[in-house]
């Protein structure tokens, strides 16, 4: 049993492994990882802000200057495009997070950081308690050699995903709804170097397709669960096959799309995408909301406080968001 005082700042519980650098160095036969994130200009800047941002390798990273949101069963559509102003403007860039785990990882500098130390360990209910009183925090864990490390700290900061373990712990209700479907990912090669991203609305979900770096794509499919059971199924060809009708096939019982076809109409024909490098995945999609995200000395950020729909990228943004507000209260 360890039961020692520290006078450490930080301490990091998590059960991720130390990404190896080279994982996220470019070269033109490198292919993208599955999990992209679609970087607001607000969490562009807040990652500037502390130096995180300047670490990035900018070959690996897509600036986003036009979106086109359109429809299967009509003829709309809304077309948004920086390049149309003189300024330097952007709409968002497309970033793997993986990229970023690594780079925060090399500016913590695990083990050599006196004032962050890492406790790489995964919670589990019966592997930690949680008490309380006005001024303090104790947190119990027994970790993977079944030492138990006892903490006493002022605040909790619990940002440990949509069914996280501390929420638990602290009966935190929750309130919100599965959306049952499931979003399914995968990356391909396509025909053009691209910076616009698309999405379309189909009459059963909803279809994303993010330029990355190069002529790399990625894409997510947010379908009822047995439509993406069916789709993880089919082999590649067939499968670029069914992503390539999504995003060209006309608009169903809708003559009007032929509109598109006009210049001043601003509509940009998608890219036609060539070759699937890799295996889909597919994740449960839910909403849900934590009722009080602050517990005494405890606080959720992220996905433990707020699980939102992938459609436009914002849940990363949001849990950006989150540590930036949390951070400059702690300083006030």
């Not at 599955?34 to 607001?40: A, G, N």
């Not at 359109?70 to 709409?91: A, I, P």
């Not at 060539?274 to 996905?303: A, H, M, W």
Request: hydrophobic share 35%; net charge negative.
């Amino acid at each position: 049993m360890l039961n020692q005082e520290t006078n450490l700042n930080i301490i990091l519980i998590d059960n991720e492994k130390k990404i190896e650098p080279s994982k996220f160095q470019y070269s033109p036969e490198r292919i993208p990882d599955l999990r992209v994130v679609s970087m607001t200009p607000s969490s562009t800047d807040y990652f500037k802000s502390f130096g995180l941002w300047q670490k990035l390798d900018h070959k690996l990273i897509k600036k986003i200057t036009g979106m086109q949101i359109y429809e299967s069963s009509g003829s709309s559509h809304v077309h948004l495009d920086c390049k149309q102003n003189s300024l330097d403007e952007y709409l968002n860039h497309n970033i793997e997070i993986g990229h970023m785990t690594e780079r925060l990882q090399t500016m913590i500098n695990f083990p050599n950081n006196e004032n962050v130390k890492l406790l790489n360990t995964t919670l589990t209910m019966d592997k930690f308690t949680i008490d309380q009183n006005e001024n303090y925090a104790y947190l119990n864990i027994t970790d993977n050699d079944n030492d138990i490390l006892k903490i006493r700290t002022k605040l909790i900061i619990a940002s440990d995903g949509g069914n996280s373990q501390i929420r638990n712990k602290l009966k935190l209700g929750t309130f919100g709804y599965s959306y049952h479907e499931t979003g399914l990912v995968s990356t391909f090669r396509g025909n053009v170097v691209g910076s616009t991203s698309y999405q379309r609305f189909l009459h059963n979900g909803i279809f994303a397709l993010l330029p990355m770096y190069d002529d790399y794509y990625s894409i997510v499919c947010s379908m009822p669960k047995n439509i993406n059971e069916n789709l993880v199924k089919l082999d590649s060809e067939s499968f670029v096959n069914f992503v390539n009708k999504v995003l060209h096939n006309p608009s169903e019982n809708d003559f009007s799309h032929l509109d598109r076809l006009d210049s001043s109409n601003n509509f940009s024909q998608p890219p036609v995408l060539l070759k699937e490098l890799c295996q889909r995945r597919t994740f449960p999609l839910q909403c849900q909301y934590v009722s009080n995200c602050v517990s005494n000395n405890v606080v959720l950020i992220g996905d433990a406080a707020h699980v939102v729909h992938p459609m436009a990228g914002q849940g990363l943004n949001l849990g950006i968001g989150d540590a930036k507000v949390l951070g400059d209260t702690i300083i006030e």
